[in-house]
């Protein structure tokens, strides 16, 4: 496959593409503006600037990861299991992003990842961050601190209020596309093209894999051996169905999320077996009910992890924050300075802080 030159979709793909329409009635994205991004010549190559990592890090002992058949590994071909959290959002959170508080997630916590979101639509309090040279700032803040502290972090185009990544695919195009070409000489940066695509039409074949053969080449144009991760259906649920039809790229991961407290036997059971034929990352997870409130529901945590254990599934805990809701990991007005003790902890926090760090 060459990197500088974008993969055509079949003509079933662009057909169903050239069907779907937004609620509203609007296309997400016209057939000629998808193929024109479909055959955008990207030169290959990024700007060069390699990670300097701690001795000792979690970055400096795996190095550059890769997929091997359904596994994520090391640099040297060793499986990995990496265990994190996720920065609930970048409004009020980031405040978080500071050497004290990054000091604390990677040698008093040992996190190994943090998932850093970008909202690709409004949703609640938060906004839209395309188009923002703020927000593009704190993604850049994030992947510098964690550089410096040697964990890995991954971008994600936090797609969720509007459901179809289609709908914002020109401007992830270009976001992806400058990024990998900034950062692709580093180790320590992952990329996720589309949180929770969600929507009756929001199907894997129809939607989310044209769109993750739009977006992912122009990743690999300034990274070819990137790590990427792609969102399911039904809010990054239905690996069974990517599993029936997986993209045909090297360094994939296909994410699904779950809330212990509503997603139990059914869903664990669909991802215990989707693990078997493709490789995948819990890239969001809660003790709590979906809507991030009741538990922690720690029994069926405990039946979560220890089945991610055993398939060697990596994951990012939701959430670091201390906005007030039960999933939070921090309790409200918790300090921006990091060095937290059990006290400044959720019961929620408390548990998965304990587990990660005691591992």
Not at 339 to 359: E, P, V
Request: proline content about 4%.
């Amino acid at each position: 496959m060459k990197i500088n030159l974008f993969i055509a979709v079949s003509a079933l793909s662009l057909l169903i593409l050239s069907c779907y329409t937004t609620p509203d009635g609007s296309k997400a994205i016209s057939d000629y503006e998808y193929k024109k991004l479909l055959e955008t010549q990207l030169p290959a190559g990024n700007s060069g600037i390699e990670g300097n990592y701690p001795a000792g890090s979690v970055v400096a002992r795996y190095g550059r990861l890769q997929i091997i058949d359904t596994q994520l590994c090391d640099e040297k071909g060793n499986k990995i299991q990496l265990n994190g959290v996720y920065l609930r959002a970048l409004k009020e959170e980031s405040k978080f992003l500071n050497d004290d508080c990054f000091s604390t997630l990677a040698d008093k916590w040992k996190i190994d990842v943090i998932r850093i979101p970008f909202m690709s639509a409004s949703w609640y309090s938060e906004p839209s961050y395309i188009g923002s040279q703020h927000y593009e700032q704190l993604i850049d803040r994030a992947v510098q601190l964690s550089e410096k502290y040697g964990i890995y972090c991954i971008i994600d185009w936090h797609v969720l209020g509007d459901g179809n990544p289609l709908l914002h695919a020109k401007e992830s195009f270009d976001f992806f596309q400058r990024l990998a070409y900034k950062y692709g000489a580093k180790k320590h940066v992952l990329y996720e093209i589309c949180n929770e695509p969600n929507g009756k039409d929001v199907t894997w074949d129809n939607v989310i894999k044209p769109y993750a053969e739009l977006i992912i080449p122009a990743i690999k144009a300034g990274n070819p051996d990137a790590i990427v991760i792609v969102g399911t259906s039904t809010w990054s649920q239905d690996v069974d169905t990517a599993a029936k039809n997986p993209l045909d790229y090297t360094n994939i991961l296909y994410a699904f999320h779950f809330y212990s407290g509503s997603h139990k036997d059914e869903l664990r059971k669909k991802v215990e077996e989707a693990s078997c034929k493709i490789p995948l990352f819990a890239s969001e997870w809660g003790n709590s009910n979906y809507d991030a409130q009741g538990g922690p529901f720690i029994q069926e945590s405990r039946k979560w992890m220890d089945m991610m254990y055993a398939r060697q599934i990596s994951w990012c805990h939701y959430a670091l924050t201390d906005f007030p809701e039960d999933a939070a990991i921090l309790k409200p007005n918790a300090s921006v300075k990091g060095d937290w003790t059990d006290k400044d902890l959720t019961a929620s926090g408390k548990f998965i802080i304990d587990f990660i760090r005691n591992r």
